[in-house]
């Protein structure tokens, strides 16, 4: 049995993909630890193919960086896998003692690793296959999230009835579909209850649509729910619509229903949806700016936002 460590210090959606590694490696029969970024530890807590988690305060940067170095420096693991590609964690793998390391070519300071995978981008291979990749795995696994049975039933007094979730919020502005996309999902649905999802920033924004409609079936969860209590009534729902944030992983690994609206970012960078039952909605023109970025912006560089155009029909 050989003992791995995982590093994957991006956000939240990145997080939640990298159980799919976590998925194989534990099937091969290794003893998986983690790194992840503070918050994103609770993916992993509950994980049956985790043996332990290690977490980096970020807002602590290098006093944390140097403190976890520390401790991973005497665990002297057989082989790390760093998803990660930026300098602060290719440092970190790099003087971790780990015997056998695996990252991929892009990495920062990747001409220091013996051991190298391509990581490639923008020719829609989805980020589970370069995972896969990256831990040399012959067959694919999907990501996969375990809500606990508290979780499982708190939100059951939300599932009596059918409904829909919407997660309408993004850090991003351009990988937000306008409110009329929204709009139109909740006319679509006017005899369905229709919770809207976020986190507790994103209840003020929420509530705006809420009040802006003025539909009675929808209701404002924001704010209420963990991420892993989200992902237990994402399950529950007859579908989920979600831009190309979080939420959509979220799904992906509870193979929930999902409809994915993609503005500013396209599928073709590989983080579309995985569930069964998936759907991708997106601009029907032509746009020479699109993708404008690997990822989102704070506004249109052009200022009409044109990728956001998408026609809903139910």
Same mark, same amino acid.
Not at 109 to 125: N, Q, R, T
Not at 285 to 292: A, F
């Given at each position: ?92 793998? #790099?003087?971790?003692?780990? !015997? ?7 990495? /920062? =300071? @990747?001409?220091?690793?013996?051991? *190298? ?88 924004? #929420?509530?705006?649509?809420? !009040? ?7 209701? /404002? =969860? @924001?704010?209420?729910?963990?991420? *892993? ?86």
């Amino acid at each position: 049995m050989k003992k791995a460590l995982l590093i994957q210090t991006a956000f939240i959606g990145d997080a939640i993909l990298t159980t799919a590694a976590v998925e194989a490696l534990a099937q091969r029969g290794d003893q998986v630890h983690v790194l992840v970024r503070k918050g994103n530890e609770v993916f992993f807590n509950a994980h049956p193919g985790v043996h332990k988690v290690w977490v980096w305060d970020k807002k602590n940067k290098w006093k944390s960086w140097w403190f976890l170095l520390q401790q991973i420096r005497k665990e002297e693991f057989d082989v790390l896998y760093l998803v990660q590609r930026y300098f602060t964690m290719s440092l970190f793998a #790099l003087f971790s003692k780990s !015997k056998v390391k695996w990252v991929y070519y892009q990495s /920062v =300071l @990747a001409i220091f690793f013996e051991h *190298l995978v391509p990581y490639v981008m923008a020719s829609g291979k989805h980020e589970v296959d370069r995972l896969m990749d990256l831990i040399q795995s012959d067959k694919r696994h999907l990501p996969k999230l375990y809500p606990s049975v508290e979780d499982q039933k708190l939100v059951e007094k939300w599932t009596q009835t059918d409904f829909i979730t919407m997660s309408p919020a993004s850090v991003w502005e351009t990988k937000r579909a306008p409110e009329y996309v929204w709009k139109a999902v909740a006319e679509a649905h006017s005899g369905t209850t229709i919770y809207l999802l976020g986190g507790p920033g994103d209840a003020a924004f #929420l509530s705006k649509f809420q !009040k802006g409609w003025g539909f009675g079936n929808v209701q /404002v =969860l @924001a704010g209420q729910l963990t991420l *892993l209590q989200s992902a237990a009534l994402m399950k529950q729902a007859k579908m989920n619509f979600v831009n190309d944030s979080g939420p959509l992983h979220l799904c992906s690994a509870m193979n929930a229903p999902v409809t994915a609206f993609f503005c500013s970012t396209v599928p073709d960078f590989g983080f579309g949806p995985l569930s069964s039952n998936s759907l991708v909605l997106e601009t029907i023109e032509e746009l020479p700016c699109r993708p404008c970025g690997l990822h989102g912006k704070k506004s249109c560089p052009r200022g009409d936002f044109a990728c956001g155009q998408i026609n809903f029909k139910a």
